[in-house]
């Protein structure tokens, strides 16, 4: 789902917060109609990275990248988080979770981490290869899923197989072919 199509749910899920907080109480307090209103174009995501590339495992990067977008794709704030700050990595889930990151966009990821992460809202980008600009490039574009890979990253993409290797057949524990 591209940014722009996260931005107009946000905003319909807001608009409806709205009509049924003016439906179901006479009074209503300011603050809490800025809290409503408040959020509705910025968009967090955050990547697990090191070295300026998207780790290849959550549990190796060196720092989680945080970085807030607004509805254009344009980048309001960039925070780095270590990740020695984070002695389990459930309490990386509930430091973002406090920060209202709402994308974490990683390499591997085992499957309890990934499920704790969608039950406290925040949605996996896994098996991702590529800078971490060209993943926030992709993630504006609404280009990026899981299993992203970059041809930059993985020099036997960029050209094609020998002539023989694509013809040549394999055949089982070293039997050679029937004529």
Same mark, same amino acid.
């Given at each position: 789902?591209?940014?722009? $199509? +996260?931005? #107009?749910?946000?905003?319909?899920? %807001?608009?409806?917060?709205?009509?049924?907080?003016?439906?179901?109480?006479?009074?209503?307090?300011?603050?809490?109609?800025?809290?409503?209103?408040?959020?509705?174009? /910025?968009? &967090?995501?955050?990547?697990?990275?090191?070295? *300026?590339?998207?780790?290849? +495992?959550?549990?190796?990067?060196?720092?989680?990248?945080?970085?807030?977008?607004?509805?254009?794709? %344009?980048?309001? @704030? +960039?925070?780095?988080?270590?990740?020695? #700050?984070?002695? @389990?990595?459930?309490?990386?889930?509930?430091?973002? &979770? #406090?920060?209202?990151?709402?994308?974490? /966009? $990683? *390499?591997?990821?085992?499957?309890?981490?990934?499920?704790?992460?969608?039950?406290?809202?925040?949605?996996? /980008?896994?098996?991702? %290869?590529?800078?971490?600009?060209?993943?926030?490039?992709?993630?504006?574009?609404?280009?990026?899923?899981?299993?992203?890979? #970059?041809?930059?990253? /993985?020099?036997?993409?960029? !050209?094609?197989?020998?002539?023989?290797?694509?013809? +040549?057949?394999?055949?089982?524990?070293?039997?050679? !072919?029937?004529?």
């Amino acid at each position: 789902m591209s940014l722009r $199509c +996260r931005v #107009a749910q946000h905003v319909a899920e %807001t608009q409806h917060r709205i009509t049924l907080l003016f439906r179901n109480s006479l009074f209503f307090s300011i603050p809490d109609m800025a809290l409503i209103l408040l959020n509705i174009d /910025i968009v &967090k995501i955050a990547l697990a990275h090191s070295d *300026g590339f998207i780790a290849p +495992r959550v549990d190796l990067a060196s720092e989680i990248l945080v970085v807030e977008l607004n509805a254009d794709g %344009t980048e309001v @704030h +960039r925070e780095a988080l270590s990740m020695q #700050a984070f002695p @389990h990595p459930l309490a990386l889930v509930n430091r973002l &979770k #406090a920060d209202g990151v709402d994308t974490l /966009i $990683c *390499g591997a990821i085992s499957g309890f981490l990934e499920r704790v992460f969608v039950f406290n809202g925040i949605r996996v /980008i896994s098996w991702v %290869t590529a800078s971490v600009e060209e993943a926030i490039q992709l993630i504006v574009k609404g280009e990026l899923s899981d299993g992203y890979l #970059a041809k930059e990253m /993985i020099p036997s993409l960029q !050209r094609p197989l020998p002539r023989g290797w694509r013809h +040549r057949r394999r055949h089982r524990f070293g039997q050679r !072919r029937r004529k």
